[in-house]
């Protein structure tokens, strides 16, 4: 079957850094996104992965190592407005989108 | 750009009416649009796929029946819950994507549907 797997939770402070990490079982792979989704909102884009290596967006960045089917989101300078979830998803071979259960994560000041 | 618009934000209706949600891409054309409900604290849970002019692809478990769903043009989608019962109350959210590979799903701003 098919699985994405990310910690439920995280607490991090105002200022810091924050890595989530995101592993993912599927029927092959044509990318990896992550999405950032405050509590009663949609989902928004934050970043794309289909080749290893590091992304940097401001002050978020994403990582892919598709020999280990492993990504993480890391953020920096953490803001109390990042409060919120952080989904993983991955795109199969049939271009089919598999959502992670998303980790919620906790800015205390 | 890629935006997304999706109406109602909100809407409470009876047990037994029907409700039908849209969603529309205003600056692309979205070659295929989904939809998903979400219930609180839960991950997005995919309940159709659908493409301009053909028939929604429904996940397993999604009532075709009830979940209408109409991709009649490249912007515009829509969602009908017929004879909603309160067990579907939920968060209902559609996206859209322009191709296939890199490009994103965009997603609405999402319907609370509250059903009494």
């Known amino acids: 079957g098919q699985n994405i797997d990310q910690p439920t939770e995280m607490t991090a402070t105002e200022g810091a850094i924050v890595q989530i990490n995101c592993t993912y079982q599927t029927s092959g792979f044509n990318g990896l996104f992550w999405y950032q989704q405050h509590a009663g909102e949609a989902p928004t884009f934050l970043s794309y992965?289909?080749l290893d290596g590091l992304e940097e967006k401001g002050r978020f960045s994403s990582f892919l190592s598709r020999s280990k089917g492993y990504s993480y989101l890391l953020l920096k300078e953490l803001q109390m407005k990042d409060s919120a979830s952080y989904l993983c998803a991955v795109r199969d071979s049939n271009y089919q989108l598999i959502w992670g259960a998303g980790t919620k994560l906790i800015i205390k000041p | 750009g890629a935006v997304v618009s999706q109406h109602p934000s909100r809407v409470i209706c009876k047990s037994g009416t029907s409700v039908k949600i849209e969603c529309r891409s205003l600056?692309?054309?979205?070659?295929?649009m989904f939809w998903y409900r979400q219930f609180p604290k839960q991950s997005l849970m995919l309940m159709a796929t659908s493409n301009e002019g053909s028939k929604a692809t429904y996940e397993q478990g999604v009532e075709k029946d009830k979940f209408l769903i109409n991709h009649a043009s490249l912007t515009l989608s829509t969602l009908t819950v017929t004879s909603a019962h309160p067990e579907d109350s939920s968060f209902y959210i559609c996206?859209?994507?322009?191709?296939?590979?890199?490009?994103?799903?965009?997603f609405g701003n999402g319907t609370r549907l509250t059903v009494t």
């Open positions: 600056d692309f054309q979205a070659t295929t």
């Open positions: 992965n289909v």
């Open positions: 996206s859209a994507v322009m191709g296939t590979g890199s490009s994103p799903l965009h």
